[in-house]
C-alpha cells in the first residue's frame, strides 16, 4: 500500500516474506499466489506491496538469468504487488529446525556477505516499480558481538566502502537508486543506536544508513525520539523501518508470567531478552536463560519475539505495540517524514504457541491482513492518506 505523507513523500507499506518457507525461485512465485495476493484481497487493496525474502540461492539465479527478475516482477505485477525493499538479513535457512545464531553468517567480515547484498540490490533494481523513487535492502548489523577484534572492524568497514561505491556504480549503470540499512540487533556489534553511531557513523550517507526494527528498538529500551536524534546526528538515515512488536512480562517474578513466557521459548530463532532496572539495559541471548535464572526479575523483561502487531497476548503479558505507535509517531507525525519505507515483520507466525498459532494457510493469510490493517490505522490516526492505485494489473496469472 502506497501513502501520501503531509509533506508530499509517498510512504510505502509491506509485509516481510520472511515468514513463508522458500528457498528457490519456483517457491518464491508460489508464495505469492499463496499468500500475498490473498493478503491483498483480504484487505480490499487494488496494489499490496511485499518487502522480499529472497536466499542467497534465490539471488544468484535471479543475477544469472535476466528472464528470471523479468518472470519475478511480472508475476509481482499481475497479482497487484509490488516490491521496493528486500530483506537480505538471513542469508539462507532461515525456516530450518534450529536457526538461532546461525542466522547472522556469513557476517561483514566475509566477502560473500558483500557479494550477497549486492546482489540483492541488483536484483532489487529490476524489480522495483517504475515511479518508485527508491529502494531498500536492509542487512544484518556487521556480525554478533564476539569476537570483534580491531582486524574484523576494519575488514568489515573496508567491505562497506566497498559497498557503497557498488550501490554507486549500479546507480549509474540503471538510473535506480538503492539503500542499504544495518539492522540494529540485541546481542550484535551494533545493538542499539548508540553503538550505531559508533560503529557506522561516517558512512556514505547517500547510499547507507540503517534500518530500524522497532522491536529491536524496544528490546533494548529506547527512548524513540532520543534514538533518531542520535542517528540524525550521526549522519545515518532511516533507511527502512521494520514494524514489529516485543513481547513484555511487567513483573517476571510472577509464576503465571514466568509460565506464559515459557510458552514462547522455542528451539528455531534467538529471544534475546533484556532488562533496565533504573535505566541501565542488561541481559542474556535467549529467554531460556532468563527464565533459568540467568536475568534479574526485579524489573519488567522485553524478549526479542516478533509479536503479532494487532493481537494481544494474554495477561500477564503484553506487547510493545505502544512503543511501536510512538515510534511511528516520531517517523511520521511531524512535518516530514523521517522514512518512507515500512514493513511489517512478523516472522515467528509459525512458532508461536500452539493456541496462538495459525493452524491453516487461510488463518496466516488472516493474521498478516489484520497486521498490516493495524499499521494502516496508525498511518491514518498520523494524517497519512492512502494513494490511489499506482498501476493497473496486468492479466491474471493462474
Same mark, same amino acid.
Given at each position: ?21 522458500? $528457498? ?26 511485499? +518487502? ?57 567480515t566475509d566477502p560473500a556477505r558483500l557479494r550477497y547484498t549486492v546482489d540483492c540490490a541488483r536484483v532489487l533494481a529490476g524489480l522495483l516499480p517504475d515511479d518508485a523513487r527508491r529502494g531498500s535492502v536492509s542487512t544484518l548489523p556487521l556480525a554478533w558481538r564476539a569476537p570483534w577484534p580491531t582486524a574484523a572492524r576494519d575488514t568489515a568497514r573496508r567491505a562497506t566502502d566497498q559497498l557503497a561505491r557498488e550501490l554507486g556504480d549500479l546507480e549509474r549503470e540503471t538510473g535506480r537508486t538503492i539503500r542499504v540499512g544495518f539492522e540494529p540487533e540485541p546481542g550484535c556489534v ?40 542520535? =542517528? ?13 512488536? @516485543? ?11 514466568? @509460565? ?5 521459548? $522455542?528451539?528455531?530463532? %534467538? ?7 533504573? +535505566? ?30 494487532? @493481537? ?11 512503543? %511501536? ?6 517517523? &511520521? ?18 512458532? %508461536? ?10 488463518? &496466516?493469510?488472516?493474521?498478516?491482513? @489484520? ?10 490516526? =498520523?494524517?497519512?492518506?492512502? $494513494? ?11
Amino acid at each position: 500500500m502506497r501513502f501520501r505523507h503531509p509533506d508530499g513523500t509517498t510512504v510505502h507499506l509491506a509485509y516481510c516474506s520472511n515468514v513463508h518457507q522458500a $528457498e528457490d525461485l519456483d517457491g518464491v512465485v508460489d508464495q505469492l499466489a499463496a499468500y500475498a495476493q490473498p493478503v491483498r484481497e483480504t484487505l480490499g487493496v487494488d496494489l499490496l506491496g511485499i +518487502g522480499l525474502w529472497l536466499a542467497h540461492d534465490v539471488v544468484t539465479e535471479l543475477t544469472a538469468r535476466p528472464d528470471a527478475v523479468r518472470r519475478l516482477r511480472a508475476e509481482l505485477t499481475a497479482r497487484g504487488l509490488e516490491t521496493v525493499t528486500l530483506n537480505a538479513f538471513p542469508y539462507g535457512g532461515f525456516h530450518r529446525e534450529v536457526v538461532k545464531k546461525d542466522v547472522y553468517l556469513p557476517d561483514w567480515t566475509d566477502p560473500a556477505r558483500l557479494r550477497y547484498t549486492v546482489d540483492c540490490a541488483r536484483v532489487l533494481a529490476g524489480l522495483l516499480p517504475d515511479d518508485a523513487r527508491r529502494g531498500s535492502v536492509s542487512t544484518l548489523p556487521l556480525a554478533w558481538r564476539a569476537p570483534w577484534p580491531t582486524a574484523a572492524r576494519d575488514t568489515a568497514r573496508r567491505a562497506t566502502d566497498q559497498l557503497a561505491r557498488e550501490l554507486g556504480d549500479l546507480e549509474r549503470e540503471t538510473g535506480r537508486t538503492i539503500r542499504v540499512g544495518f539492522e540494529p540487533e540485541p546481542g550484535c556489534v551494533v545493538e542499539n543506536t548508540v553503538q550505531a553511531a559508533r560503529e557506522l557513523g561516517g558512512l556514505d550517507p547517500e547510499r547507507l544508513g540503517v534500518c530500524l526494527d522497532t522491536c529491536h528498538l524496544a528490546v533494548q529500551f529506547e527512548e524513540p525520539a532520543a534514538a533518531l536524534r542520535r =542517528l540524525a546526528d550521526a549522519g545515518l538515515p532511516v533507511v527502512k523501518v521494520q514494524a514489529s512488536s @516485543a513481547l513484555q512480562a511487567d513483573d517476571p517474578a510472577d509464576p503465571q508470567a514466568r @509460565a506464559a513466557l515459557a510458552r514462547f521459548a $522455542e528451539p528455531r530463532f %534467538l529471544h534475546q531478552t533484556r532488562t533496565a532496572p533504573h +535505566g541501565v539495559v542488561s541481559g542474556v541471548d535467549d529467554l531460556p536463560d532468563a527464565l533459568a535464572g540467568d536475568l534479574d526479575p526485579g524489573s519488567a523483561w522485553r524478549v526479542h519475539f516478533h509479536a503479532p502487531l494487532h @493481537a494481544e497476548p494474554a495477561p500477564p503479558l503484553r506487547t510493545t505495540a505502544d512503543e %511501536l505507535t510512538t515510534t511511528l509517531g516520531e517517523l &511520521l507525525g511531524g512535518p516530514q517524514a523521517v522514512c518512507d519505507h515500512v514493513e511489517v515483520e512478523t516472522y515467528t507466525w509459525s512458532v %508461536l504457541p500452539g493456541h496462538l498459532r495459525p493452524h491453516d494457510r487461510a488463518s &496466516l493469510v488472516e493474521g498478516l491482513a @489484520a497486521e498490516l490493517a493495524w499499521t494502516r490505522d496508525r498511518f491514518e490516526e =498520523l494524517g497519512l492518506v492512502r $494513494e490511489p492505485t499506482a498501476h493497473p494489473r496486468k492479466e491474471r496469472v493462474s
